[in-house]
């Protein structure tokens, strides 16, 4: 088998193999989620490049050579959460681009150095929660020269060579609850790690420990110190604390620690005189417990302590900050958060005069005990720039608390039950920034500052906001009720506005330029109106304008009209008539009145309203009862034109109705009723008599009223297909003279025999017997 059958072979067998694996069901794109989908064998590849897999909390027990040979681009591995107990010393050898590998939570015994011999782009590995007590025979991560953070743990001991080769590590968490032997020097690497977070059991009085040996490693003016998942009872416990404070250590965080009292004054102790600058508890348990010390000092250089999510089991009985006076009196900035903080009394306050910053969100202040804690607006709190009592139980808004801060610039209180201002307030001229959102405020008022430059009154329920605030540059007005923005004369420094889930209904160049100074707007999830000019406007025209645009566009929806409720601005496309309403109704009537004058021309091109006319007139004769041969009036009516009466008088009536025996005939002139209705009187005659007689000339086409005659005896000849009709022909006419749409009567011409008035005197009696006969029976005539 040649050299390329061969490989295709290899290939076929490793694509056969790798669809009969288990399979990941997310995966999108460049990633795959796998976490939680009980595998038990690492899933096979997709038919695309995967940068990043999630394998973490599934049951894989063992790592194969090649089970990720299909997964050469990957980038990130997450394999937590498993039961792995073996990784073959080849399995990462194809994953030369892994930057991030997470191996915590399984029960690996063993490290081996052959795992990342390949792995030169690692920077992140995460190697906590496993069951090895060593780093193997040294030099484990010799290869991983970009590594910047490095997760282990579970360590009985520590040699020097553990850590080779790793000078460029940024992050560090060590997990040394179980450490009995370490080789000093061994974390001393030749730059300092940025943060290093240590589990260390620290020793009760009388027991030695590793503490300040691997203390002394890492301590660096540069390193920010965590102390996670330990406890701290008795004050000696605090003495390795001794070791940070002559290394120079600026920033400490204890996280996640059992911490006395006493112990808390000893670290006071034994960092006094140092350097630190910062010192952050956050998710610390708390409780009393005191130890004799006989003096405190300061930590002069302090500038800045975090209380962040304190558990305090003696709730009640703890004596709120005073026993962290020695911390407390040199700082600048404080921060009290989450601590279930329900009272600071004044005379505490007076100790920390140097305080700039007072962070008091999320406790339970009420109004007394804020009243109290500023000393009834006495509070010698002469460098204060920024308080934060956001989140609290606050009911009422006491301005007058705040009126001697002669440096005060930023308050927050936010998230209380404050639902109404007072009319007046009095305030410190240095006030710049104030937060008033989610109080569920209806109106403001004049209590506000004029002095202010950022405003924010975000999710509250205005329905107006009409405050003359002239140094306003920045206002947070979103989550309310306002249906228009406000009047930008109130504002003439006005830079950014938000307002954003209101029920403001549109926007328009018009608008905003009453804003002279307004650069940014945030305005989505409003109550749009998608008229012409907005929609225009959005899509166009604010690209021009020279107020910026800058959350999502996709949030500017349509409420209205209901066509479009729900589309983005950018998707609607309205119709001419919604736009240009005025133009397209007036296109529309031309439009309308063109086709009603183009009909009007085809009706009298092809004689429509004559058919309409004929078939109404027809209709309604046909509704009346039709008169027996013996119930006529008439032996015939006489159609004729007016300038054919000469003949009519002189020869046609003396000839039929003066010779026996006489015929009665019908004269429009002398037997229509009158003041009747001509078609009236013309379908009377017709139907009251025995026969109709067109006395038929060039006069009688071109008569108007002998149209109409004639149109009436055209329907009859349609409706009852008899001999009604006589026509006498008084001189020749062409018939093509005879209009087109008496179709019936053209064709009686062609079909039929007339009477013509001879030229000859001698055939003139003929004529008249004739014609009497063709009055007297029902046969044809025939032609002379």
């Not at 250590?249 to 620690?257: E, G, Q």
């Not at 983005?568 to 007036?586: G, K, M, N, P, Y």
């Not at 000839?655 to 009187?681: A, S, T, Y």
Request: with cysteine; charged share 20%.
């Amino acid at each position: 088998m040649t050299p390329p059958s061969v490989l295709m072979f290899v290939l076929l067998m490793h694509q056969s193999f790798s669809l009969s694996g288990p399979q990941c069901r997310s995966c999108e794109q460049t990633t795959c989620d796998c976490s939680g989908q009980n595998l038990d064998r690492v899933p096979a590849a997709p038919s695309r490049i995967i940068t990043e897999i999630n394998l973490s909390s599934n049951t894989l027990k063992r790592i194969s050579k090649d089970d990720f040979d299909s997964y050469v681009s990957l980038q990130s591995l997450n394999l937590s959460n498993n039961n792995i107990t073996e990784i073959h010393e080849q399995a990462f050898d194809m994953l030369t681009l892994l930057e991030n590998l997470d191996l915590s939570f399984n029960r690996l015994e063993n490290l081996s150095a052959e795992w990342f011999k390949h792995l030169s782009s690692l920077r992140h590995l995460n190697l906590l929660e496993n069951r090895y007590t060593t780093l193997g025979q040294g030099n484990l991560f010799l290869p991983l020269r970009k590594l910047r953070s490095l997760y282990f743990g579970g360590l009985e001991s520590v040699n020097k060579n553990d850590f080779s080769g790793l000078s460029q590590l940024e992050d560090v968490i060590f997990d040394g609850s179980k450490l009995k032997y370490y080789d000093r020097g061994s974390l001393r690497l030749t730059r300092p790690i940025t943060h290093v977070t240590l589990n260390l059991l620290f020793p009760l009085p009388g027991f030695r420990s590793p503490v300040r040996d691997v203390l002394s490693d890492v301590v660096h003016p540069n390193t920010t110190l965590t102390f996670l998942d330990t406890w701290f009872f008795f004050s000696n416990q605090m003495i390795p604390f001794n070791v940070l404070s002559q290394g120079g250590t600026r920033n400490i965080v204890f996280k996640k620690v059992t911490l006395s009292t006493a112990a808390c004054l000893a670290f006071i102790n034994q960092m006094a005189n140092s350097n630190l600058t910062k010192v952050t508890f956050e998710d610390v348990k708390l409780f009393l417990f005191f130890e004799r010390i006989d003096e405190i000092p300061h930590i002069d250089q302090l500038e800045e302590v975090v209380f962040k999510n304190i558990d305090l089991p003696e709730f009640y009985s703890f004596p709120a900050l005073i026993f962290l006076q020695p911390l407390l009196a040199v700082v600048s900035r404080v921060t009290v958060i989450n601590c279930k903080m329900f009272l600071i009394p004044c005379q505490s306050m007076g100790h920390f005069s140097h305080l700039e910053n007072i962070d008091m969100s999320d406790n339970y202040l009420t109004d007394s005990a804020f009243t109290e804690m500023m000393c009834d607006g006495e509070a010698d709190l002469p460098r204060l720039q920024t308080l934060n009592v956001s989140r609290n139980h606050l009911l009422t808004f006491n301005g007058q608390i705040f009126a001697k801060l002669d440096k005060l610039e930023n308050i927050d209180m936010s998230a209380n039950k404050i639902h109404s201002l007072p009319e007046t307030c009095d305030w410190p001229p240095t006030l710049r920034f104030m937060n008033l959102s989610s109080l569920r405020l209806t109106k403001v008022t004049s209590c506000l500052p004029r002095s202010l430059r950022i405003l924010d009154l975000s999710n509250n329920m205005l329905t107006v906001f009409s405050i003359e605030l002239p140094f306003l540059t920045d206002l947070y007005i979103s989550g309310n009720k306002l249906t228009s923005l406000p009047d930008g004369g109130f504002f003439p420094r006005l830079v950014f506005l938000s307002i954003q889930d209101n029920n403001h209904q549109t926007l328009s160049e018009s608008i905003l330029n009453k804003y002279e100074k307004l650069e940014t707007l945030e305005g989505s999830t409003n109550s749009y109106i998608c008229s012409c000019d907005f929609v225009a406007f959005m899509k166009s025209e604010v690209a021009k304008h020279r107020v910026t645009i800058r959350d999502d566009f996709r949030l500017y929806v349509c409420d209205s009209p209901d066509a479009e409720r729900g589309k983005s601005v950018r998707d609607v496309t309205l119709s001419v008539f919604e736009c240009h309403t005025i133009l397209a109704f007036s296109l529309l009537f031309l439009g309308i009145l063109a086709v009603i004058l183009a009909f009007a021309g085809l009706c009298r091109k092809f004689s429509i309203l004559w058919y309409l006319k004929m078939t109404w007139t027809w209709l309604k004769a046909k509704r009346k009862p039709k008169l027996k041969k013996g119930e006529l009036n008439f032996d015939a009516f006489v159609s004729y034109s007016e300038m054919d009466s000469g003949w009519v008088d002189a020869h046609l009536v003396p000839q039929l109705e003066q010779v026996q025996p006489p015929l009665r005939l019908c004269l429009h002139k002398r037997d229509f009723l009158p003041g009747g209705w001509i078609l009236d009187n013309i379908m009377d005659a017709i139907e009251s008599s025995h026969r109709t007689l067109f006395v038929l000339s060039q006069h009688f086409v071109n008569s108007e009223w002998c149209k109409y005659e004639l149109d009436y005896t055209h329907f009859r000849l349609f409706d009852h297909n008899d001999d009604t009709i006589v026509l006498i022909l008084l001189e020749p006419i062409d018939k093509d003279t005879i209009p087109k749409k008496f179709c019936k009567l053209r064709k009686v011409m062609n079909s039929r025999t007339y009477l013509e008035w001879p030229d000859d005197e001698n055939q003139i009696p003929r004529f008249w017997q004739n014609l009497r006969a063709a009055i007297m029976k029902n046969e044809s005539v025939s032609k002379i």
